[in-house]
């Protein structure tokens, strides 16, 4: 595989993930599908992740793939819940989320 086709399907196996607080926000947004367009934007949002997703694993190995995907949303979903929808930023949670990164990041080096 050539360098810079990896390269590539780690930038886009990055965005596939940072778009998990998007279609997040839009579905709790939607009040359980009762509000049309950010249940249509959720859906539509999450369906492009998944595409994303998809490409990506077609040069990357799955488990190190879906990994970074779910860690990499994981976080960012966090952070945005922190920011925009005032969960708890206790600094134990924070460290928690540090140690979903080293594990991301553990798991993209052996790639």
Do not use: H
Request: net charge positive.
């Amino acid at each position: 595989m050539i360098a810079s086709q990896k390269k590539t399907a780690w930038l886009i196996l990055l965005f596939a993930a940072l778009l998990e607080p998007v279609w997040l926000i839009a579905l709790k947004r939607s009040q359980e599908f009762t509000v049309f367009w950010p249940g249509v934007i959720g859906l539509g949002v999450v369906a492009l992740s998944l595409g994303l997703l998809t490409l990506a694993l077609r040069d990357l190995p799955m488990g190190t793939a879906y990994a970074v995907w779910v860690g990499v949303g994981c976080v960012t979903v966090a952070l945005s819940g922190i920011t925009w929808m005032g969960e708890s930023g206790d600094p134990f949670r924070l460290a928690c989320m540090g140690l979903i990164l080293v594990g991301v990041a553990g798991l993209k080096a052996t790639t």
